[in-house]
C-alpha cells in the first residue's frame, strides 16, 4: 500500500461468510468518509478475486472461511506484487492465530466480539501512515 486513493479514502476489502456480520461491518465503516469499502466476499476465491480487480489498501478477511481458509487467503495475497495490508478478524482470540497471522506479516488481528471498538483504529493507523507516505 502506497497512498490512499485519489479521493483520499483507505479501500478496504472485507471477507467473511457470516453476511449479517458483513452488514454490520460495512455499516461502521461506512460512516467514516476516509474509508471506502470496495468489495465484500463470503469465501476465499472471491476475496482474491476482488483483491485483482479492485486494488485495495487494506484486506479485512475472517480465517474460518468456506472453500479457502483465511490464512490461506492472507498467504495468496502476500505472493501479489505491490499487494494490500492485511486484517485478520476471527470469531477465535487464540494465541496460535495471532502468531500464524504475525508468522504471515499481517498488520493487525481483531477478535469479532471487540471489532466496534478495535477495527476502525487499525484502520485509521494505516491511513495515517499511507497519509504521511503520501505526503
Request: hydrophobic letters at 45%; a negative charge; glycine letters at 8%.
Amino acid at each position: 500500500m502506497d497512498t490512499p486513493n485519489q479521493n483520499g479514502q483507505l479501500r478496504v476489502v472485507l471477507a467473511d461468510d457470516n453476511a449479517i456480520f458483513m452488514d454490520s461491518i460495512h455499516h461502521l465503516l461506512s460512516g467514516h468518509a476516509w474509508l471506502q469499502v470496495v468489495g465484500i466476499a463470503s469465501h476465499g476465491a472471491e476475496c482474491l478475486a476482488l483483491v485483482a480487480e479492485q486494488r485495495p489498501d487494506v484486506v479485512v478477511v475472517d480465517l474460518a472461511m468456506p472453500d479457502i481458509n483465511g490464512f490461506e487467503v492472507i498467504k495468496l495475497i502476500n505472493s501479489l506484487p505491490a499487494h494490500p495490508r492485511v486484517i485478520i478478524m476471527s470469531l477465535y482470540d487464540e494465541p496460535e492465530y495471532r502468531e500464524g497471522g504475525q508468522h504471515l506479516g499481517v498488520y493487525g488481528y481483531v477478535s469479532k466480539a471487540a471489532v466496534t471498538t478495535d477495527l476502525i483504529p487499525l484502520l485509521q493507523g494505516l491511513f495515517q501512515e499511507s497519509v504521511s507516505k503520501s505526503g
